[in-house]
């Protein structure tokens, strides 16, 4: 029986977790629960799995992390505010089961530091993709890794095509159901650059190593490439499910959690090089990445500023990935990282952005 404690509860892969941990209640126990500020849903659903403890906010979130003993910690707080709640589950020694990627893209270096070998199981189907298929061999073979993008609602426009879109457009995601910021990161390919960053986080693999390629029907959910020419493709129909119950469980699986491939039937599955030219967040984010320090928590921060303002009808569809390069330009990393060079950066990533817009 794992003890499982779940931050972001209310959302997505909170109750998505919710639902696979009520059809195995003979693996799982839920001994915390924590929403942002959703109140009357975290209490719902610590009355329907009796729940003694809860909390609202990353805070909270954090410091139930350390009171509450927890096997694994789910994080699926969205946002660089789960960075404090990952700290802390590393610290206490728990399984960080990881949805919330903005954390360890954030947090670099000081979150790895943290993490003894096997602490973080990612969550995102991506990394979990990789870590699935990275069994298949020794860290020595490995040449690349490969993640895979569905290329959002305007997969196949030209960079001028882009150039009006709306919000409403941005947001008509072909293949997966997610909140507002998500879904426009999957709109940019921001998400992809992100998850390209989360991939070397997690894997120790360089960035030259790690290349995307873009397969519409998120069906294969990503791939390692190994020195003999092999390449190991894990594939699932699209379901979260599945990576979370791998998240809370690895490296065992739970029978039935998701539905196989009805292989008596015709199926296409194609896969298109990024064009980088329309979509320029995947190398923006790499040399991000490379540069690291407080680099990514910028790029995190004034893409959040961005997404917000082009919504608000402030911003232009294309001018999102403009202003994280401009914000970036404009930065210098301290020489240390600490929490607070981190918290200080993203202050004034925002206030930047927010400059530059109130300013174009």
């Given at each position: ?267 296409q599955w194609t896969f298109e090089p990024l064009d980088e030219k329309a979509f320029g967040s995947v190398a923006l984010a790499k040399k991000v990445g490379r540069a690291g320090g407080t680099y990514p928590a910028v790029f995190n921060a004034a ?58």
């Amino acid at each position: 029986m794992r003890r499982v404690l779940i931050l972001g509860s209310t959302g997505s892969i909170g109750t998505q977790a919710l639902d696979v941990i009520a059809g195995n209640a003979d693996r799982f126990e839920v001994v915390g629960l924590a929403a942002g500020t959703d109140r009357a849903g975290v209490e719902a659903q610590a009355a329907a799995f009796g729940v003694e403890h809860i909390a609202l906010g990353a805070a909270e979130a954090e410091q139930l992390v350390r009171d509450v003993d927890a096997d694994v910690v789910l994080n699926g707080i969205t946002g660089s505010v789960g960075l404090g709640p990952t700290i802390a589950a590393l610290e206490e020694g728990r399984t960080l089961a990881l949805a919330n990627k903005e954390s360890l893209i954030v947090g670099g270096d000081l979150v790895t530091a943290l993490a003894a070998p096997g602490q973080i199981v990612p969550v995102d189907s991506e990394h979990s993709a990789i870590a699935q298929a990275l069994r298949s061999g020794g860290a020595h073979e490995v040449r690349r890794l490969v993640l895979t993008a569905s290329g959002g609602p305007f997969r196949g426009r030209s960079r001028d095509e882009l150039a009006d879109v709306t919000p409403a457009e941005a947001l008509a995601h072909p293949t997966w159901d997610m909140g507002r910021v998500v879904t426009t990161n999957s709109a940019t390919l921001v998400n992809k650059g992100l998850e390209v960053i989360e991939a070397h986080l997690l894997f120790d693999v360089p960035y030259d190593r790690i290349d995307v390629t873009v397969h519409p029907q998120s069906i294969v959910h990503s791939m390692v490439e190994f020195t003999d020419g092999s390449t190991i493709a894990q594939a699932s129909p699209p379901d979260m499910r599945l990576p979370i119950s791998l998240g809370l469980d690895w490296p065992h699986r739970i029978a039935g959690v998701g539905a196989p491939f009805d292989w008596t039937r015709a199926s296409q599955w194609t896969f298109e090089p990024l064009d980088e030219k329309a979509f320029g967040s995947v190398a923006l984010a790499k040399k991000v990445g490379r540069a690291g320090g407080t680099y990514p928590a910028v790029f995190n921060a004034a893409n959040e500023q961005a997404v917000d303002a082009f919504h608000e009808g402030r911003l232009s569809f294309l001018e999102i990935v403009e202003l994280i390069e401009r914000v970036v330009e404009r930065h210098e990393s301290p020489a240390t990282l600490t929490r607070e060079s981190l918290a200080e950066a993203e202050v004034w990533a925002r206030r930047t952005a927010d400059a530059i817009i109130a300013s174009h």
